[in-house]
C-alpha cells in the first residue's frame, strides 16, 4: 500500500492521493487500479498537481487502468479511451479538465493565453493552433510571469484572471521553450512520453490583474512576419468568437466586460512564421503605442 500523499503546489493547487490508489484536484477525483505502474502515477501527479483547483468545483470521477502497454480512461463509467496507447492518458484527461474548468458561469470565459511581461498584462486571443501556447511559454521561458494557456476569466470590473495548468506543447513547438528541450526523455527511458510535452513555468503572476495588451496570434510557415493594430469592433468580434459563455454569464453581462477589455486595451494581431519570432515580435508590440 502506497503511504498517504499530500502536496501543496501554489495557493489553491492542491492534489492528493491515498492507500487507495486515488487523488483529487478541487472536486476531480481520480482512480487507478492497485497495481498501475509507479512512473505512470508519478507521471499525472507531476502534471496534474500544477493545475489551478479552485477552477475545477464541478464534481467528477475518472478511473484508470492500465496493463503496462495500454490504457482505459473512463469519467463517471463512461468510457473515454479503450486500451489506448499509454501517452495519450495525459492529454485527455488535460482535455476533460478543460473542459471542467471552461464551464465556469460566474466570470465570463475567453479561450485565450495570458501572461506579464514587465509590466504589461498580455491576453493572447485566438482558435485552436493560432499558437497561444506556444507564444505564452517562449515569453514565460524569457522571464514573463504565466497565468494561463488555456482560459482567460474576465470579472465584472474588467480584472482578469486564469486557469493555470501545464503548458501543453506539440513537437513543432519544443523549440520555444530551451527549457523543456533540456529535459526531454528518450522513448527508451520514458515509454510514456508522446507528440504532446508539457511545462510548468515557475514564475506565476499575482492574481487578479488588469489587462494592458490583447494578441491576436496567427502562427504558419508562409506567413509574412509583421504585427498591426485592430480597432475595437474587429478586436471585440475576435473576443466574443473565442468566449466560452458570453451570453450565458449571470445578467448577460458577458458581452459588456468583453466590450470593457477592448476599451482599456489596444489590440493587436501579430503574424509569424517560426517560434524564434515569437520574442522579436512581443517586442515590436510593446513599443507599439
Known sequence: MRKVLAKTFRTQRVMERS??????????????QEH?????????????????????????????????????????????????????????????????????????????????AGDTTLVIVGRPDAGKSTMVAALCAAGARYITDEIVGIDATGQISGYAKPIGLDAGSWSAVPQLELAMPNATSWPYFGQVNYWT???????????TLIILPEFGPDLRFATTSVEPARALLALVQQSFNVYDVAQEIGLSVIAGLVRKAPTHQAQYQSTAQILECIDSLLGAP
Do not use: Y
Request: with cysteine; glycine share 4%; aromatic share 6%.
Open 36 to 116: 498501475l505502474d509507479d512512473a505512470i502515477i508519478f507521471w499525472l501527479e507531476k502534471h496534474l498537481g500544477a493545475i489551478d483547483a479552485s477552477w475545477l468545483p464541478t464534481a467528477a470521477r475518472f478511473q484508470i487502468t492500465s496493463d503496462g502497454n495500454e490504457v482505459t480512461l473512463a469519467k463517471d463509467s463512461i468510457v473515454l479511451l479503450d486500451a489506448a496507447p499509454i501517452p495519450s492518458l495525459l492529454p485527455r484527461l488535460m482535455w476533460e479538465l478543460n473542459q471542467l474548468a471552461s464551464a465556469r458561469r460566474d466570470i465570463a470565459l475567453l479561450h485565450a493565453a495570458a501572461c506579464v
Open 19 to 32: 492507500s487507495t490508489s486515488s487523488f483529487r484536484i478541487g472536486s476531480v477525483e481520480l482512480h487507478f
Open 201 to 211: 513555468p515557475t514564475a506565476v503572476a499575482p492574481r487578479p490583474t488588469g489587462p
